[in-house]
């Protein structure tokens, strides 16, 4: 018999890249998608625990499923290395809980629950390697495609679950990656996005590779110059990275490497010394200002993102207005910004003088006023420039298209025809806070 299968996913672009390959082993495996889960025989939840709320949101979504057909209930991801068998309790009507890293043994498990042999399993363990492995082939190519080329963290900053919900950082060989790289530009990717937790610590073994590198243990910089070799490739980059990992080495592969985008995501979180020992960052707002400034004296045509916590516990109004201080030097083209909210068992969660929610708002709204100052500038110098666009998306309106320039920056345009995933030739003519808008010159 073929069972259909419903997946939804929730969280970063690490999870949408797990749904993606989850999707993959099925239908590999002979089970096929549908879009509605009452029309599912598996009804599939990979979700983040970023917070207590995720559970709840679980809790709700599979109390509203009702229909008859359904026979495995299935929850996945760091929601559920996080909740072990207590998602059981929870949520009763859940009968397969799987980790990050076990995914790729879905078709083992619901052979097992559909037949009767097993009426509840529960996998959390650590098959990083095996995972991968098994994950390297798709069944759908997108002009740009996401590489995992590390996952994990050893960090362990005091607001985050990822280390102990992904594990400690572990960095794919090299030769593994290289070869999904080629394989995936072949089959027609042009833009190639390395990811991970925490990419710019990556040491993946290479032994079996000695162009350009006589190491046995490569980093981001020798992977990416090797990556840059391969024929096919129109644009790479990577995220996301930790400020203390950055070295003068890859700000200068930025410069060495043209297909590398001259864009940056590193999260700063906030710009108080005093909180950022707090949240155990390991670096002050000084030593993360004086990279960004050294980065734009080696490569003066990169361009920021980072990412903010606004109401840390005990953050006070000094605090705030250091991260204020920050914003105003760094000068980001684009950010993303949250308040506060405790993600269980860590130990931001257990810190006394938790932050009254109406000043997290009220703060949050002052440093997005702040932040949008800076994407106001940077998105009106582009009016009037020709760019390459790689388009990723319909518009709301008929007929309009939305892509990304190098910057990540949002361009939406008119077309004819359906130009999804691919680049196109585009002139700015206009812009406002949170995109620019351009005319089809090809």
């Known amino acids: 018999m073929i069972y259909s299968f419903y997946i939804k996913v929730y969280g970063c672009q690490m999870n949408d890249y797990d749904g993606k390959r989850i999707e993959d082993i099925l ?10 889960p009452l029309t599912a025989d598996i009804v599939i939840f990979y979700t983040c625990n970023i917070r207590e709320k995720a559970v709840h949101k679980l809790e709700s979504t599979v109390g509203m ?9 299935a929850v996945g991801g760091c929601v559920a290395q996080a909740e072990k068998d207590n998602i059981f309790k929870r949520i009763p009507r859940v009968n397969l809980s799987f980790g990050p890293s076990t995914y790729h043994k879905l078709p083992e498990y619901l052979d097992d629950l559909l037949s009767g042999k097993k009426k509840r399993i529960i996998d959390l363990s650590n098959y990083k390697l095996e995972k991968f492995n098994s994950t390297n082939k798709r069944r759908e190519i997108t ?3 996401y590489v995992a080329i590390q996952e994990g963290c050893d960090n362990f900053c005091t607001y985050c679950v990822v280390p102990y919900t992904r594990g400690r950082e572990y960095s794919r060989p090299v030769i593994d990656i290289i070869n999904e790289v080629k394989w995936l530009v072949n089959n027609g990717a042009k833009e190639i996005v390395l990811g991970g937790q925490n990419v710019n610590s990556y040491h993946g073994e290479a032994p ?20 840059a070799a391969i024929d096919g490739i129109k644009r790479l980059r990577y995220l996301t990275s930790h400020p203390k990992d950055f070295t003068v080495e890859l700000m200068q592969v930025h410069n060495a490497v043209p ?3 001259p864009f940056v995501h590193i999260p700063v979180q906030s710009g108080s010394d005093r909180i950022l020992k707090l949240m155990n960052r390991n670096h002050t707002a000084r030593e993360y200002l004086d990279k960004l400034k050294l980065f734009r004296d080696i490569c003066p045509a990169i361009q920021f993102s980072s990412d903010f916590i606004v109401g840390f516990p005990s953050e006070t109004e000094e605090d705030f207005n250091d991260t204020l201080k920050l914003v105003e030097e760094a000068k980001y083209t684009l950010s993303f910004y949250f308040k506060y909210s405790i993600r269980p068992n860590t130990p931001a969660a257990r ?7 109406k000043i997290k708002e009220e703060r949050l709204a002052r440093l997005i006023k702040a932040l949008l100052k800076d994407q106001i500038y940077y998105n009106n110098k582009l009016v009037g420039k020709i760019q390459e666009i790689l388009i990723t998306k319909k518009g709301k ?10 910057y990540m920056q949002s361009v939406i345009i008119n077309s004819d025809e359906n130009i999804i995933d691919k680049f196109k030739t585009v002139l700015i003519e206009s812009a ?4 620019v808008f351009g005319k089809l010159l090809d």
């Open 27 to 36: 239908i590999l495996n002979g089970f096929f998608k549908v879009n509605d």
């Open 65 to 73: 499923i009702k229909s008859p057909k359904i026979k495995v209930i």
């Open 143 to 145: 002009t740009s495609s």
């Open 208 to 227: 079996y590779i000695t162009i350009g590198s006589n190491r046995k243990t490569w980093r981001i910089e020798e992977l990416i110059k090797a990556i």
């Open 259 to 261: 297909i590398l985008v």
């Open 351 to 357: 810190m006394l003088e938790q932050i009254d929610d």
């Open 397 to 406: 309106k008929e007929n309009q298209y939305i892509g990304k320039n190098i």
């Open 432 to 435: 406002n806070e949170n995109c």
